[in-house]
């Protein structure tokens, strides 16, 4: 780091990818000690999450989140934090998706699989509109606010945010999207 904290990224993978660790930790006092988890960055939206740093400059860092995401599947999204004052912070409530890969390769057009309501903003509650069975959406970006996570999504032009699941979808009605693959 430009302010010169030394960190060590430490990921202990084991079945499925999930360890008992990923994260940065710090060495202070004879012991090392998180900093910052990439475990808990996006828990209780999906499994198998893990990080990376792909970026530093400075004092901030990208990471790139990845993710087996109970709305979208498989994907990794890019996440930007600095170091102050003895944590790392997000620089922004958005993340980038850097992969999304769905039924039929790496895109970011899904159909909508059951009737979805969408939302203005991130965190909005009343619902804009109702995007229905079987539209067709292009995946943008993504949202972290107070421990909830957003999707925006472009769909016959418009843009709008919807709910991300925070359950995995039991069966194929409760999935938000049809081309999901939650398996590689």
Excluded at 12 to 35: M, Q, S
Excluded at 66 to 87: D, R
Excluded at 175 to 182: G, I, L, N, S, T
Aim: net charge neutral; glycine share 10%.
């Amino acid at each position: 780091m430009k302010n010169g904290q030394p960190f060590l990224y430490l990921y202990a993978p084991a079945e499925n990818g999930d360890g008992p660790v990923c994260a940065l930790l710090k060495y202070t006092n004879g012991k090392f000690r998180k900093i910052l988890d990439f475990t808990e960055i996006m828990a209780g939206y999906g499994d198998h999450r893990i990080g990376e740093v792909t970026n530093l400059n400075g004092n901030k860092i990208v990471i790139t989140e990845s993710i087996v995401s109970y709305s979208l599947g498989i994907n990794a999204i890019n996440f930007t934090y600095e170091y102050v004052n003895g944590k790392f912070v997000p620089t922004s409530r958005y993340g980038s998706y850097k992969e999304i890969y769905s039924a039929d390769g790496s895109s970011r057009h899904f159909t909508v699989s059951s009737d979805l309501p969408a939302y203005t903003r991130p965190g909005a509650t009343a619902v804009n509109t109702t995007l229905k069975t079987g539209s067709l959406t292009k995946i943008i970006k993504c949202a972290l606010i107070s421990g909830k996570m957003y999707i925006q999504l472009e769909c016959d032009g418009e843009i709008y945010w919807i709910k991300a699941l925070e359950n995995p979808p039991i069966s194929d009605n409760e999935r938000q999207f049809m081309e999901v693959r939650y398996a590689g």
